[in-house]
């Protein structure tokens, strides 16, 4: 970054917000995915070393939510929502529309989301934002989430796990399997000294 | 005030087509929201108050025709329309999820083969075969979860709640919580 927290040859001509620490060794694409950040925690971003952040991830962070993307972990455009916690472990690998979201937002009760909805028309920018609870993510260690996929509020994702592309991941994923499909089932575990044949 | 209508929606990135009608303080934004927007009905789409289209993709057929209500918020929704979108009022639809009201090709191989040839380059003169749409309507207060899928023909009830990444190809009552691929009822939302 540039003394101006600027992304040095972006073409989105806006600054990195200043409550984001990036390390100096990690590689951040475009100063866009910050565009609907609002976090007003003192690192409401963090993103570690020899991590990378590619165009397409939006931080799409609330006022009291903190993201953590760990060391050489790779974000190939995910749309991130975050009102509480996503906590991406070291080695971590993320593919392209992928979704991780630790809040619906809404309320499930339509006469109460109603009202959400109303109070967003009238906002400036326009948000519907932070009317439920939300409940954090965990990524642990060194996890792969192929295209597409969605990690709902809550879940933790084992160590070494993969999530195959367009799963839904709705409950906890244990670490060293393999999960697939909407909604997300196992379908094998990961041995131990496994290589690729 | 008397004699004073609500100035209209504004879409932040050109010029609006002629027969899109925007109701008061709605917001289009995206540059690409009407590039593939081929519809040539009189008010192809029609818009209420006070929703917010943001990166939503019109893409409209020459005979689509699409409605949404009031205090509607869509994020980067695709709507594909060769007939009918008919969405009611305070729908929130989330990013990525994709809306439409045909299946674009005919499911015979050998109309298909003849639908290639129809949209190539050579295609002149060759007449696509029929294909399959159906109107899709969206009641009031639905909430449909980002990543999700609605196909031709499906109906989704009063304040149903369509969880992300959901494939929808066939009817939801009103006040269900449905997900997976294809699509289940796993609850109400009440």
Same mark, same amino acid.
């Given at each position: 970054m540039t003394p101006d927290r600027r992304i040095p040859?972006?073409?989105?001509?806006q600054p990195v917000p200043g409550n984001v620490e990036i390390h100096d060794e990690a590689y951040v694409e475009?100063?866009?995915?910050?565009?609907?950040y609002r976090s007003?925690?003192?690192?409401g971003v963090r993103i570690g070393r020899g991590a990378s952040v590619y165009l397409?991830?939006?931080?799409?962070?609330?006022?009291?939510g903190r993201v953590s993307c760990g060391a050489f972990t790779l974000v190939n455009g995910a749309r991130i929502v975050c009102d509480a916690e996503i906590l991406i472990e070291d080695y971590v690998l993320i593919s392209w529309n992928v979704v991780l979201m630790?809040?619906?937002?809404?309320?499930?009760d339509p006469a109460l989301r109603r009202r959400a909805v109303i109070a967003a028309a009238s906002g400036e920018p326009r948000r519907v934002d932070g009317h439920v609870e939300a409940r954090p993510i965990h990524i642990k260690r060194a996890a792969w989430i192929g295209f597409d996929a969605c990690v709902l509020p809550g879940v933790t994702i084992g160590e070494g796990a993969i999530v195959g592309a367009r799963s839904v991941v709705t409950e906890d994923v244990e670490p060293f399997t393999i999960v697939v499909g909407n909604p997300a089932r196992m379908v094998r575990r990961i041995e131990p000294g496994e290589t690729t044949p | 005030m008397e004699g004073r209508t609500p100035a209209a929606g504004t879409w932040s990135d050109g010029t609006l087509p002629a027969n899109v009608v925007l109701g008061a303080r709605t917001l289009v934004t995206g540059? %690409?929201?009407?590039?593939?927007?081929?519809s040539t009905g009189d008010r192809a789409l029609s818009i209420g108050s006070d929703c917010t289209m943001d990166?939503?993709?019109?893409?409209?057929?020459?005979e689509a025709r699409v409605s949404i209500g009031d205090y509607c918020y869509f994020t980067n929704v695709v709507l594909l329309s060769e007939l009918e979108l008919r969405i009611g009022s305070y729908v929130v639809i989330g990013w990525n999820t994709t809306i439409t009201d045909?299946?674009?090709?005919?499911?015979?191989p050998a109309e298909r083969v003849r639908d290639a040839v129809a949209c190539?380059?050579?295609?002149? %003169?060759h007449p696509r075969p029929p294909i399959a749409r159906r109107a899709v309507i969206i009641e009031d207060d639905v909430w449909i979860g980002p990543n999700a899928a609605i196909m031709k023909g499906v109906r989704v009830g009063a304040g149903a709640f369509i969880e992300p990444g959901a494939i929808l190809t066939a009817d939801v009552p009103p006040l269900a919580r449905v997900a997976g691929n294809p699509a289940r009822v796993v609850g109400t939302v009440r």
């Open positions: 040859g972006d073409w989105f001509d475009t100063a866009f995915s910050f565009l609907l007003q925690l003192a690192a397409g991830t939006m931080f799409d962070v609330g006022r009291q630790d809040t619906y937002r809404v309320p499930a | 540059a %690409g929201a009407f590039r593939r927007f081929m990166g939503v993709q019109f893409a409209l057929g020459a045909t299946d674009f090709h005919p499911i015979a190539s380059p050579l295609g002149k %003169g």
